[in-house]
């Protein structure tokens, strides 16, 4: 296989990293894309609530903030797509430069700060897609100046209880002030009841019941990560994202890593990981995962599973491996299940969460 994004990377990487993100998604929306080939594996299946993923490997909230190309990433080979952070209202986010490419540490540094075109723009493409088929949730957040954020949420589940295949919960962005205060104990009860009081609401009426998920930050302690067990256990949300991108910077060698933002990448793997297995001893083995953190590679994606992730999402690894890298995820995760003799991806799923549960988050690198 051609290697064309090795090719065009240099030039790539000539742009500024917001400039290329967009025309990225430009690209992808008007399906100027290569398509998947590759024969489904029916052993990478998987089933969850009442969704059947094709394959375990989607793509992150943050790349497609709008809903506007979540068909050109399906046929690029994604299992599913997530869409967003929305808010209700159209915000600019903070001011640019607000992206940042640490080439050295294959890493990338955002601030951008939920900017977005709003719940209306968004339920306008996601209704125009509607009847295509393929998985696309929907991330959403709170407006900066919001009086009431949890309101906010409970307007995101509203807006789109029709569209959307699942729900993801943001509150571990750092690039919004004050939102990963969402994730203290008292706050997320009152939040995650409001928001699954709302989706109960109108499932009552006969819609579907839409999944809700939870995504938190990777820096929280263990007494925080049992606080949002405890929590997501007794609202009863339907799975859980691990992670959020990071504050940390130890170990890192490219200047801009000072940039202040989230960090995600190859570094964010160790911690992520760690942190995702940890919560999996937390909730026990049934309460689906999403691992998301560092998977560039289909050793990466491997290893997320087997910490305890059902599915995984990349978006910071397209950065350096480009479009065929979903391609590559799955061959290996074909080949590994054929060497390790396991008739389905789920028997991967937990075999090395107390492995990775013991590790120290700070000794990955």
């Known amino acids: 296989m051609i290697d064309l994004y090795g090719l065009a990377r240099p030039f790539v990487f000539r742009l500024d990293p917001e400039i290329a993100h967009t025309l990225t998604i430009k690209a992808l929306a008007t399906g100027v894309v290569p398509k998947c080939n590759r024969p489904a594996d029916l052993r990478l299946e998987t ?18 903030k709008n809903a506007e190309a979540p068909d050109g990433l399906l046929a690029l080979g994604y299992g599913a797509v997530e869409v967003g952070t929305v808010t209700p209202l159209p915000q600019p986010g903070n ?12 890493a990338v540094v955002n601030r951008f700060g ?6 209306a723009a968004m339920r306008a493409r996601l209704m125009r897609r509607r009847g295509r088929g393929g998985l696309v949730g929907v991330n959403i957040g709170a407006n900066k100046e919001s009086p009431d954020r949890i309101a906010d949420y409970v307007a995101g589940i509203r807006a789109f209880a029709d569209l959307a295949s699942w729900f993801t919960v943001n509150v571990s962005s750092p690039n919004t002030p004050g939102l990963r205060d969402l994730q203290a104990k008292d706050q997320l009860d009152d939040l995650l009841g409001r928001v699954v009081a709302a989706r109960d609401e109108i499932a009552a009426t006969g819609a579907r019941r839409v999944p809700v ?8 302690t263990q007494e925080g990560l049992a606080d949002v067990a405890e929590v997501a256990l007794a609202r009863a949300v339907d799975g859980l994202v691990v992670s959020n991108t990071t504050l940390d910077r ?18 964010l793997f160790h911690r992520s990981t ?23 590679s289909p050793e990466t994606a491997i290893e997320k599973i087997a910490a305890g992730a059902n599915l995984v999402q990349v978006y910071s690894g397209l950065v350096y491996e480009g479009p065929q890298l979903v391609e590559r995820i799955l061959a290996g995760l074909s080949a590994h299940l054929t060497r390790a003799g396991l008739k389905r991806l789920s028997d991967l799923v937990g075999t090395r969460t107390d492995d990775w549960a013991a590790r120290d988050p700070d000794a990955g690198r």
Do not use: C
């Not at 009442?50 to 375990?56: H, I, T, V, Y």
């Not at 001011?95 to 294959?106: G, I, N, Y």
């Not at 998920?213 to 929280?220: N, R």
């Open 250 to 267: 130890k170990g890192l060698r490219s200047a801009q890593s000072a940039e202040t933002g989230g960090m995600s990448g190859r570094p």
């Open 274 to 296: 760690v942190m995702l297995a940890r919560m999996r001893k937390l909730v026990g083995p049934d309460l689906p995962i999403v691992g998301v953190g560092g998977i560039d």
């Open 213 to 220: 998920l939870l995504k938190i930050a990777p820096d929280m």
């Open 114 to 119: 939920f900017n977005n075109e709003g719940h």
């Open 47 to 64: 089933r969850l609530w009442d969704l059947a993923f094709p394959n375990p490997v989607g793509i992150a909230a943050g790349l497609d």
């Open 95 to 106: 001011p640019k430069p607000r992206l940042f490419r640490l080439v050295e540490d294959r």
